[in-house]
């Protein structure tokens, strides 16, 4: 009887020879169960949510939310919010399936004023929002943030008021002009709306058109407090009165051609001076308007009239009275709309005549005689103010030869007049003969 040999029947001897045969052969099919092994465990882990990778999101905007909430609750943020949010940095458990597609913008990362409650400093906290699809945010820095707090408040019928500089164009004048809207409603922070007290336009006459017609501007604002200091801040709102934003304001007016018209003077001054005084002048000053007005009706206007005469009765002195200037209703413009009158009054001068006034003469010295060798008599005609002049006798006036310092000899002296009484009074003498023969003799 024979025997095997030794191993060659063991069930484990051939068991192990097997499995070295299959690891041995066919590895190619080995290797795709293998691959199809790990995709099927890579498929399992994506579609299982409660599997998260953290992923890092840095230079995240923050927005904010509820700035028209916070304003009808009677509030306003007047901190620099561009300042004061920067941007933070995230931190976010991301659901496996979604990791490629989470951005930065899936977490709505804001602040919410609509939590303030009172003026002051406020902190309100950074918030973001987590969801099932892109995970939890498990980190925000920073947290919080801090603002500035403001009552918000409303002010209404600000009055608008519009500064004109330069001049219309040559040969133009303005009617004045109209403002749209006339008022305005200023809203925001208290501490500055409190202050406002007019929005003013500036408006510059030298750049309308050299045309007559109506003339449309829109012209920028400015708002000033009572110090005429401008007040100006991002964060105050302009409105009409229907409640439409503005940046400026609506300037009309109209351009009317100009002509320049003499002030008729005939019948300016009534009334009699003061017994013994005249008017001796009257000025205009302007002497000129300018009118302004349709061309037809300037074109047949050569004389403008004062509203009033000017009354000389019983003045003895000069004077001027401003007077105002007619406008005929036709016109548009009168410039200016008064005048100054200046009315010069003095004496009447009047010429007499006084006949046969005797004749002496002066300043002969001790050793020496006088004569007249013609006659003693002159005639002097005397011209000043008539009151002075009618006054005058023949007592009042003296008529005289100065041979003072002459020696003996034969001389033609200018006769000389004075007058009693006559300081003060401009006048004028003319003696009849001017000069006269004078014979000096020694005693």
Not at 128 to 144: A, D, I, L, M, W
Not at 196 to 205: C, L, N, P, Q, S
Not at 355 to 378: I, N
Not at 401 to 418: H, I, K, R, S
């Amino acid at each position: 009887m024979s025997h095997p040999t030794p191993g060659q029947d063991n069930p484990w001897t051939l068991l192990g020879q097997t499995l070295k045969h299959l690891l041995l052969n066919n590895w190619p099919l080995k290797l795709l169960a293998l691959v199809l092994a790990l995709a099927l465990w890579a498929g399992l882990i994506t579609q299982d949510p409660t599997l998260t990778r953290e992923k890092k999101f840095e230079n995240v905007t923050i927005s904010v939310t509820g700035t028209e909430t916070l304003k009808r609750n009677g509030f306003i943020v007047v901190s620099d919010l561009s300042e004061v949010l920067g941007t933070a940095t995230l931190k976010v458990d991301v659901p496996q399936n979604n990791y490629s597609a989470a951005q930065s913008s899936s977490y709505n990362t804001r602040i919410d004023l609509t939590r303030i409650s009172e003026v002051g400093v406020q902190e309100l906290k950074v918030l973001t929002t987590s969801s099932t699809s892109y995970g939890t945010v498990t980190e925000v820095s920073p947290s919080v943030v801090q603002v500035a707090v403001d009552e918000y408040v409303t002010r209404y019928r600000i009055p608008v008021t519009v500064e004109t500089i330069g001049e219309v164009p040559e040969g133009f004048e303005s009617n004045g002009q109209s403002i749209d809207p006339a008022y305005v409603t200023v809203s925001g922070p208290k501490s500055l709306v409190q202050n406002i007290v007019r929005a003013e336009a500036t408006m510059d006459k030298s750049l309308l058109p050299a045309q007559a017609g109506s003339v449309s501007n829109a012209i920028p604002f400015r708002l000033v407090n009572s110090a005429g200091d401008v007040v100006s801040s991002d964060l105050i709102e302009v409105t009409s009165t229907g409640g439409v934003l503005l940046d400026s304001v609506i300037v009309e007016q109209t351009l009317y051609p100009t002509k320049t018209i003499s002030l008729q003077d005939m019948g300016l001054v009534v009334g009699t001076p003061a017994a013994g005084y005249e008017v001796k002048s009257v000025t205009i000053s302007p002497e000129t308007v300018t009118a302004s007005g349709a061309l037809e009706n300037l074109e047949d206007l050569d004389l403008v009239f004062a509203s009033s005469s000017v009354d000389v009765s019983g003045r003895n002195e000069s004077f001027y009275e401003v007077v105002s200037v007619r406008k005929p209703s036709n016109l548009q413009t009168l410039n200016p709309t008064s005048v100054t009158v200046s009315v010069e009054i003095g004496p009447i001068i009047r010429s007499r005549t006084f006949e046969s006034l005797r004749v002496t003469v002066t300043g002969v010295s001790d050793d020496l005689t006088s004569t007249l060798t013609q006659t003693r008599y002159a005639s002097v005609t005397i011209t000043g103010p008539q009151l002075w002049v009618e006054s005058l006798r023949n007592a009042d006036i003296t008529l005289t030869c100065n041979a003072a310092d002459l020696p003996a000899g034969e001389y033609d002296l200018a006769l000389l007049c004075t007058i009693q009484g006559d300081e003060d009074i401009a006048y004028s003498v003319e003696t009849n003969p001017e000069t006269l023969p004078v014979t000096l003799k020694a005693r």
